[in-house]
């Protein structure tokens, strides 16, 4: 059975959430790749045209202390699409719950959109306490879930709100999403390689576990390939590590033989920053004090050999620090080699990795570039989805 979409749901004159992904990379407070909120407009703009009351939520980053509630409020995303939706009012409200919330839902017309704060600021959020998931409910009369990049996260916006609205449905990037991953993925033409990088260790290691057994080969760079090198025994300097993942990292290397392949050399820095200065060091040789930001020359012919012949390639995560000229060539010459392959389906996926092809000119070269990263990886690996799971059949 298909499940729901927003073209089953009466929306007209109701108030209806959508949970989108609005996680979009930034500096210095300022959106660096508005992608995610492009990405998210059709929904948008189907729902407008059909006079619903438009209640919009996201989360921003991750947010424990105080100090990443400043640093990840999301009013920026109002302001962009307020920019993006010149015709529409789009108002931004600063509460999570309470008062002025409640009061910026009831002010909405027929048509108009208010971007509720970042739901991570509250803590129930990403513990799916049941209480919050019934009172963000209680805000709307349909819910929609569009929020591709974090339908792997079963949390209170994400599932608590769709298990008491029984009006619900899919969105069109989650259905678009779902349509293209399939396609790449269902039954992968072979060779199969697969590319994991980027920063998020904890949460992605798990994700190999599966890939070694569906792809031919397992490519793993940038902050992610540290873990591993240090499970080895190698030497990493200050490079990013998550210590409680190495029995894990270990366990992989003993079972995935040659399938996993890892980066023999790196750009070393000596500090996280553009002006730093620089050395290519062999993997596992990294001196105290230096940090691995990209994958060095031979570790990209390495993996340039790896993809050759590769008829599926599915990426997430970037190969370095892409965001600094100086450690982006790793992921640039992947972009290039993966650009080249003959008659290959090819997917990139994730909020960063999509910046970083479309930052470095390659976005338009893959088959496929996904918003979600850990999303799509979990989807390529078959896994259940719990945002798309608990979504009402036709
Ligand atoms: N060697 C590295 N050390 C630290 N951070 C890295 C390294 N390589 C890549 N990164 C960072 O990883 C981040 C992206 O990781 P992640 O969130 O997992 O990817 P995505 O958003 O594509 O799913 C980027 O901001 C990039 O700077
Ligand atoms: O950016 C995201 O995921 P991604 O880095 O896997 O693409 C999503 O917004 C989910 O964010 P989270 O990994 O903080 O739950």
Known sequence: MAKRTVKDL????????VRCDFNVPRKDGVITDDNR???????????????AKVILMSHLGKVKTEEDKAKNNLECVAVRLQELLPETKVTFCPATRGEELENAVAALQDGEIVLMQNTRYE????????????????????????????????????????????ENG????????????GKA???????????????????????????LKKADKVIIGGGMAYTFMKAQGG????????????????????????????????VCADAFSEDANTQVCKS????????????????????????????????????????????????????????ELPDAITVIGGGDSAAAAKQLGYAEKFSHVS????????????????????ISEK
């Open 284 to 339: 596992g040789e990294i001196p105290e004090g230096w940090m691995g930001l990209d994958i060095g020359p031979a570790t990209v012919e390495l993996f340039k050999e790896t993809l050759a012949g590769a008829k599926t390639v599915v990426w997430n995560g970037p190969m370095g620090v892409f965001e600094m000229k100086k450690f982006a060539k790793g992921t640039e010459l992947v972009c290039q080699a993966i650009s």
């Open 371 to 390: 918003t979600g990263g850990g999303a799509s990886l979990e989807y390529m690996e078959g896994k259940t989805l719990p945002g798309i799971a608990i």
């Open 123 to 166: 803590k129930g959020e990403s513990k799916n306490d049941p209480e919050l998931g019934a009172y963000w409910a209680s805000l709307g009369d349909v819910f929609v879930e569009d929020a591709f990049g974090s339908v792997h996260r079963a949390h209170a916006s994400t599932v608590g709100i769709p298990t008491n609205i029984k």
């Open 10 to 17: 009466e929306v007209s004159g109701k108030k209806v959430i």
């Open 235 to 266: 030497n990493i300097g200050t490079s990013l590590v998550e210590d409680d993942k190495l029995d894990l990292a270990k366990e992989y290397l003993e079972k995935a033989g040659d399938k996993l392949v890892l980066p023999v050399d790196n």
């Open 185 to 211: 993925v269902d039954e992968p033409a072979h060779p199969f390689v697969a590319i994991i990088g980027g920063s998020k260790v904890s949460s992605k290691i798990d994700v190999i576990d599966n890939l």
């Open 37 to 51: 909120i492009v990405m998210a407009l059709p929904t948008i703009k189907y729902l407008v045209e059909n006079k």
């Open 170 to 181: 899919l969105g069109f990037l989650v259905e678009k999403e779902v349509t293209m991953l």
